[in-house]
T-cell receptor, first 117, second 114 residues
């Protein structure tokens, strides 16, 4: 069975500090996809990134960066120079492809990030 | 309207009421999903529809009844709910292909069962 662990339940930082969110996953699949979603107080899950298991290059998008390390089954997310608008719950997810049902996402428990001014 | 919309955004109902949640996607996707997000549990997948056919029912009680009349609309019919069913219900959609599909979520319906 697939499993995603986000060990940090809540992180509090002061604006402009960097914050790194940890994600560790378990899967027996050789091909899989990892995702990060942001859930602001409004409730909607906002897609941030998708990464496939064959692509271990790190990615940077503005103030966001992701570090995928297959050897340690981790897909960590860093917000650089955090802003108050980054305050949200962030979810890491792992997909399992099932032919009939498509991709099933297994979510971690989420990490709440609070950025104080 | 763009993306995935859900109505109503908030719903309060008694245990004997019948209500429906609606989800609509404007992304040209062919798969739709219902998730439940409770206060102290991870996001739980409830139902999956691909091309209007239900392909997943994740052991959901029969008091939740999904309906997918076309690939753009998804409903969740509710009847005789319990207080523990109070949660945020999220709808998502995706464009299925053979490798992967990214799910895009709506804003959710916050349900309170009294």
């Amino acid at each position: 069975a697939q499993k995603v662990t986000q060990a940090q339940t809540e992180i509090s930082v002061v604006e402009k500090e960097d914050v790194t969110l940890d994600c560790v996953y378990e899967t027996r699949d050789t091909t899989y996809y990892l995702f990060w979603y942001k859930q602001p107080p409004s409730g909607e899950l906002v897609f941030l990134i998708r990464r496939n298991s064959f692509d271990e290059q790190n990615e940077i998008s503005g103030r966001y960066s992701w570090n995928f390390q297959k050897s340690t089954s981790s897909f960590n997310f860093t917000i650089t120079a955090s802003q108050v608008v980054d305050s949200a719950v962030y979810f890491c997810a792992l997909s399992e492809y099932i032919k009939a049902a498509g991709n099933k996402l297994t979510f971690g428990g989420g990490t709440r990030v609070l950025v104080k001014p | 309207e763009t993306g995935v919309t859900q109505t109503p955004r908030h719903l309060v109902m008694g245990m004997t009421n019948k209500k429906s949640l609606k989800c609509e996607q404007h992304l040209g996707h062919n798969a739709m999903y219902w998730y439940k997000q409770s206060a102290k549990k991870p996001l739980e997948l409830m139902f999956v529809y691909n091309f209007k056919e239900q392909t997943e029912n994740n052991s959901v009680p029969s008091r939740f009844s999904p309906e997918c009349p076309n690939s753009s609309h998804l409903f969740l019919h509710l009847h005789t709910l319990q207080p523990e069913d109070s949660a945020l219900y999220l709808c998502a959609s995706s464009l299925r292909d053979e490798n992967t599909d990214t799910q895009y979520f709506g804003p959710g319906t916050r349900l309170t069962v009294l």
